[in-house]
C-alpha cells in the first residue's frame, strides 16, 4: 500500500496565482483532513472530511477550498495565494474515531508564495 | 476535544530510557490519548494510542494515569533516530468530533551519545 501520497512535493506560486494540492489515500479511510505546519508551530487544521461529499471547516479555513467526490482524494485548493500561505501541508486519513483510528499522514507539499 | 500540555524539550542519552510526559487535565472520558512523532520535516508517524490502559507495542509504552489527567511515552533504548518531535494529542472517540484534533507545539526529544 503506498498509504497517504501527496502531490506536488514543492510548490512556488507567485501571490495572486491559484493551485491544488493533490491528496490521495489507498486505505479505504472515511476521514480525511489537511493541516499546515509552520516553524516552530504544531499542526493547525485547515479542512477535514467525514466521508465523500462531506466537508466542514478546521480552525484556520481561510483561503482555502476543498472538496471530496470520492473516498480516495481530497485536493486543498488555493484559490488566490497569498505570501501567509507560505508554509508546508500535511493531508491525513483515518478510520472514523473509535478505538484504533490513528491518522496516517503524507509526507507534505513546501508551498513558497512570493 | 481536550489540550496538551508538553515540556518544549527534552534530552536523552543514546541506550537509556526516555520518558516524555504529557499533560491533559481537561480529557473526557470518551478521548483516547494518542502520540505521534515527527522527524526533521517529515509527516507525522503515529506511535501508540490508549484510553485508560498502560499499552505497549513494539516502538513504545504508553502509562496513563489513573485519573486519566496525565500520561508518559516511553521509549525503552532511545537511538540517535527517535531524535524528533513528539506530539500527545488527544481524540474524541465519537463520529463528528474526532476529526478535529488539535496539535501543540510538542516536545522536541534530542538523544545523544
Known amino acids: 500500500n503506498a498509504g497517504v501520497t501527496q502531490t506536488p512535493k514543492f510548490q512556488v506560486l507567485k501571490t495572486g496565482q491559484s493551485m491544488t494540492l493533490q491528496c490521495a489515500q489507498d486505505?479505504?479511510?472515511?476521514?480525511m483532513s489537511w493541516y499546515r505546519q509552520d516553524p516552530g508551530m504544531g499542526l493547525r487544521l485547515i479542512h477535514y472530511?467525514?466521508?465523500?461529499?462531506?466537508?466542514d471547516q478546521g480552525e484556520v479555513p481561510n483561503g482555502y477550498n476543498v472538496s471530496r467526490s470520492t473516498t480516495e482524494d481530497f485536493p486543498l485548493r488555493l484559490l488566490s495565494a497569498a505570501p501567509s500561505q507560505t508554509s508546508v501541508y500535511f493531508c491525513?486519513?483515518?478510520?472514523?474515531?473509535?478505538?484504533?483510528?490513528?491518522?496516517?499522514f503524507g509526507n507534505g507539499t513546501r508551498l513558497t508564495v512570493t | 476535544d481536550a489540550k496538551t500540555t508538553q515540556p518544549p524539550s527534552m534530552d536523552c542519552a543514546e541506550g537509556r530510557a526516555a520518558n516524555l510526559p504529557c499533560n491533559h487535565s481537561?480529557?473526557?472520558?470518551?478521548?483516547?490519548v494518542y502520540w505521534y512523532r515527527q522527524i526533521h520535516s517529515q509527516g507525522p508517524q503515529y506511535i501508540i494510542h490508549?484510553?485508560?490502559n498502560n499499552e505497549t507495542n513494539e516502538m513504545a509504552s504508553l502509562i496513563i494515569t489513573e485519573d486519566r489527567k496525565s500520561s508518559t511515552l516511553i521509549l525503552p533504548h532511545a537511538t540517535l533516530r527517535d531524535t524528533a518531535v513528539y506530539y500527545c494529542?488527544?481524540?474524541?472517540?465519537?463520529?463528528?468530533?474526532?476529526?478535529?484534533?488539535?496539535f501543540g507545539t510538542g516536545t522536541q526529544l534530542k538523544v545523544e551519545l
Open positions: 491525513a486519513s483515518s478510520y472514523p474515531p473509535g478505538h484504533n483510528s490513528p491518522l496516517h
Open positions: 486505505m479505504n479511510h472515511e476521514y
Open positions: 472530511s467525514v466521508g465523500a461529499g462531506i466537508t
Open positions: 481537561t480529557i473526557s472520558g470518551n478521548e483516547y
Open positions: 490508549g484510553l485508560k
Open positions: 494529542i488527544v481524540r474524541d472517540s465519537f463520529t463528528g468530533g474526532g476529526n478535529k484534533l488539535t
